[in-house]
């Protein structure tokens, strides 16, 4: 009887363990870094004056947030509009997981107030920001390696 158990015992877990490792994905990537991009239409004339307050708001607080461990990585793609409809800023974020979202603003907050100035502050340069461009939108994918 004592065998029978023993024997019951380890083919119930040699059969869990099986099932574990069949669980593995059979996906044909394996899961990267998050990045979260913004599609940016520069209004005719303004695109240096928009990189210009880039260089001074979206690159001091990322470069706080990068030497904070916030955030990876970012860069920032300049080229022509295929239409008159289309960016030509692409801001990119590389975070290391979806985690890094997780009460975002308790982390940047204070890297904003440091970089951008109070509230207030932060509120007279976002409606500036307003005149000379226009976020067409905003996605948030993941990087991807194919196995």
């Known amino acids: 009887m004592k065998k029978y158990l023993i024997l019951t015992a380890s083919a119930a877990l040699f059969a869990a363990w099986a099932g574990l490792c069949s669980g593995q994905s059979d996906a044909p990537y394996t899961e990267g870094p998050v990045w979260n991009i913004t599609m940016v ?4 004339g ?5 990189l210009k307050g880039l260089a001074k708001t979206f690159k001091g607080t990322l470069d706080e947030a990068k030497k904070e461990n916030l955030i990876l990585d970012y860069k920032i793609l300049l080229g022509d509009a295929a239409t008159p409809h289309d960016f030509d800023i692409l801001l990119m974020v590389e975070s290391k997981s979806m985690a890094m979202f997780d009460n975002a603003r308790e982390k940047f907050d204070p890297i904003a107030r440091k970089i951008e100035g109070s509230p ?10 307003v005149e000379i461009r226009e976020i067409l939108g905003s996605k948030l994918m993941r990087e991807i390696t194919l196995k």
């Open 120 to 129: 207030d502050q932060q509120r007279q340069t976002a409606t500036k920001r």
């Open 41 to 44: 239409k520069a209004k005719y």
């Open 46 to 50: 303004m695109g240096d004056e928009y």
